[in-house]
């Protein structure tokens, strides 16, 4: 049992719940304020990571400018997915959504040339060339460590969680505006914000945009968390990790978000110590999976006996 | 007069079914215009091709001289013709006043750039905004209810939160959809005061969907009668009233003779 103890893996456990806190923000801001029924999340976080990667070890680029190009190359994914989607009835967008995330997961799998294919970012350079794209990140990760004088997982959940929760209180902002009003009056009922002279179509398109490049955030510092990657980083499971993390806080408020990645962090994470029976029967790999039950089950009683959430307002649940 | 709306041989379908058939009808300008027939006349259908809800299959929807029918729903209001609906649209996970608030017109808040580059604007809208709707708030008597969720609210509150919306938006036709359907007879009474009201200090012209004849007739200058997509009959509520179409499309007729 030592390892519940160590400063390393439970900062793992929070690097990990600050990267999920960015990817699942995209889906509370589609969701949660907006009303859009995006399954393809998980799309959104592998072009971020891809671009970045590819433009480093490819263009040479610098890595902020990368990651930066991975956002807006997100967004603009985004627009070009929601443009003859977003006018669809809502649950045929979520299917056509779901198929756009799956279809750039094929194309990153077998465009091996532009991916490095199924065996990920190491054959980025061509096959047997060990391509790394993380070089300048460790240097710059070295200098907040010397800086700060903590260690190099302590730098990372640093890093990570500054920017998790500066985007947390630009959510949370911007969801005090006119805009968010807007935005959640087209969740609310859409024909009625289009009657009083909304073009919900817009608000819809932007809305999908903000979250892929929250989404995109997330698949930066993701690849710069795990230094390789491969195309089932990207399976459309991941996304739906989002969107247990957004019911576990809590719908339409920006703050429960990270509240619900560290919880999702620490369940999936405490699994690992069902060391007990029945769960002592099983091999490693098999109670690997048997955490996706815990979640699932979590889920199951938080709808049964807190639908709105850890922090979700119950009044606003029952509301007709 | 002039009319500030002109409908011209409108036709709506539904698979077989002519909803609207070749309806036209005009609508003066500062008038309040009712519009009866028998359920399934095609008030409602013709409502949602005027706000653009429904594409007309055929026909033209002309306001204050520019034609419509092809436009989108939120451009068809943001020229000055805002309807309500038949069931409140209450968004009820919001409070009542951001309800209201979310109507005001020309607002560089809700814009993305506006927020970033004009921000003092955009306060000051939301200001001037606010002072609106806690004006209508107040006329409606929701001023108690301003900050708890909409969701909370009795139905007949909810008509009249859907009714102040609508004022919020400054609209110049108000397109109304049963009114009175589900609200006490002293709370339409009030609806109707309001209607009246607004008609003489605003100017606004009101069309508006109604099944209880009597509201009808003492309180519409026009009365236009559909019946089966078409209209049968239209002028004041005395030559209406005694139009035998009229009477044969809500008694039906005796049958073959």
Redesign the interface.
Known sequence: MSTIASFGFWSFVGIVAGIYTLFALGIQVQFGFAGLLNFGQVAFMGIGAYTMAILVVKEDLNMWLAAGCGVVLAMLAALLLGLPTLRLRADYFAITTIAFSEILRYVATNEDRLTGGSQGTINLAGIGRASQYDGAWQSFLGKVERNLHVSSDAAMLILVWTVALLAVAMVFVLMR???G??L??I???E??????????FLYKL?ALALGAGLGAVAGVFYAWQFSFFSPDDFAPLITFFAWMIVILGGL?RAWTVPVGALVFGVIFAGTRFFDFPPFSLLDSTERAYVRLIVIGLVIIGLMLFRPQGIFGSR??MV?? | MTAILEVREVVRAFGGLRAVDDASLDVEAGSITALIGPNGAGKSTLFNVI?G?LSAERGQVHFEGRRIDRS????I??RGL????QVP??????SVM?NI?????H?P????NG?AFRPSA?RT??RGARERAVELLALFRLDGHAGE?A??LSGGQRKLLDFA??LM?EPRLVLLDEPMAGVNPALGRQLIDHVLRLRTEAGMTFLFVEHDLDIVMESSDQVIVMNEGRVIASGDPQQVRGDQRVIDAYLGTAGPQ
């Open positions: 505006t006119p805009w009003r807007v959640k009056s969740r609310e009922d024909d009625a914000a289009a009657s009083l002279g909304k073009n919900v932007q339409g009044k606003e509301l007709e | 706000s809800f989108q729903p939120h451009r209001a943001r805002v309807r309500t609906f649209r209450t968004l009820t996970r919001m951001d608030m979310v109507a005001a017109t607002h808040g809700e814009r993305l927020l955009a809208r939301e969720y969701g909370v919306r609508v938006a």
